[in-house]
């Protein structure tokens, strides 16, 4: 028996869960960073390792995507993988405040943290977006990442906003309870999203003849597409590009421009509502002139170089110093 489609209200339901996903991404990636530059004046390389290492582990998603359709129910994966998510957010915290007091120890408590952290985002996201490719109607993909992708936008700015607001005055106690809070609703709200959504298990079907194909093949057969091949070429150097200020921008705000912790948090919600800005206005043109303005690609490239601009526009910014318009710069590198 074939399950029925998800409809409208699920597919926001699965929005939230992304807009929980980002609200905990976003300190560990940006305000955490800040602190130890900042804050602690430890080296800038120590939060770019941990960094790295978290998006190491998320080479997993496709062997995690491959044990939930192994599994053929998402919704275990999806509440698991964010109560890792959680646990390894506020983990990070506690490492970056333990790091005060006993650098080592901090360190490898990070080390540990960031793993759970990329462990749970690869399992909670790559369910989730199995779950819309599998359970929402053909005609309502697109609408519904699209819902997905601006939900989690959304989640970024709000907590990049509130918890920005509740940093300050700082100290690291106050650090790891917002942290703590942040965790906590992150996962009430991913149960509650789906909880009773996907429905019970589909009866299995009959055991093929042959086994099923191992994931080494899989993965090779997908590779071997050249389409596939060359769009995963060119997220990877657009994220890359797009990516690159993400560890300099809260410690350099902090540095030349004397931002506390909250206002830097809140920086980087100017970024993401840049981002969100700009998603809304080339869906507008997109539907109201169709390609009279030009082809998605050139919005692409246009887009491209646009980052290109504002990235540059930040480096002047480090020669100008106060009094230089960082967050009109930074909301515009978030829009292209």
């Known amino acids: 028996m074939t399950p029925a489609h998800i409809g409208w209200t699920g597919i926001i339901r699965l929005g939230l869960v992304q807009t929980a996903i980002g609200s905990i991404v976003v300190l560990t990636t940006s305000t955490l960073n800040r602190v130890m530059v900042v804050d602690l004046a430890l080296p800038a390389v120590l939060p770019g390792a941990l960094v790295a290492l978290y998006y190491t582990v998320q080479l997993l998603r496709p062997r995690l995507g491959y044990g939930s359709d192994m599994g053929g129910r998402r919704t275990p994966w999806i509440i698991g993988g964010m109560a890792v998510l959680a646990l390894g957010g506020l983990k990070a915290a506690g490492a970056v405040a333990l790091m005060a007091q006993n650098v080592y120890a901090g360190v490898g408590m990070g080390i540990f943290a960031f793993i759970l952290i990329g462990v749970g985002v690869g399992a909670c996201g790559t369910s989730l977006l199995t779950l819309v490719a599998k359970r929402v109607a053909p005609d309502r993909r697109a609408a519904a990442a699209s819902i997905l992708w601006t939900m989690m936008i959304c989640g970024l700015i709000l907590t990049s906003k509130l918890a920005g ?10 650090l790891v309870a917002v942290s703590a809070v942040v965790s906590a609703l992150a996962f009430v709200v991913t149960v509650a999203a789906v909880w009773g959504l996907e429905g019970k298990a589909v009866a299995a079907a009959p055991a093929p003849a042959s086994a099923p194909t191992p994931f080494r093949t899989a993965f090779a057969q997908v590779w071997g597409e050249p389409q596939a091949r060359q769009f995963t070429i060119f997220v990877f150097v657009s994220m890359f590009a797009y990516q690159f200020q993400e560890l300099v921008l809260e410690p350099f705000a902090g540095d ?20 969100l800005t700009g998603m809304i206005l080339v869906a507008i ?18 887009g491209c170089l646009a980052s290109a601009i504002a990235v540059l526009g930040l480096t002047a910014a480090a020669l100008y110093g106060p009094g230089f318009p960082l967050r009109f710069t930074v909301f515009a590198l978030g829009a292209a």
């Open 285 to 302: 043109a997109g539907a109201s002139f169709g390609g009279r303005f030009g082809s998605l690609r050139a919005w692409t490239a246009g």
């Open 165 to 174: 607001s509740f940093l300050d005055p700082f100290s690291l106690a106050r």
């Open 256 to 275: 030349v421009f004397a931002m506390t912790a909250g206002q830097t948090t809140m920086l980087s919600g100017d970024q993401h509502m840049g981002t």
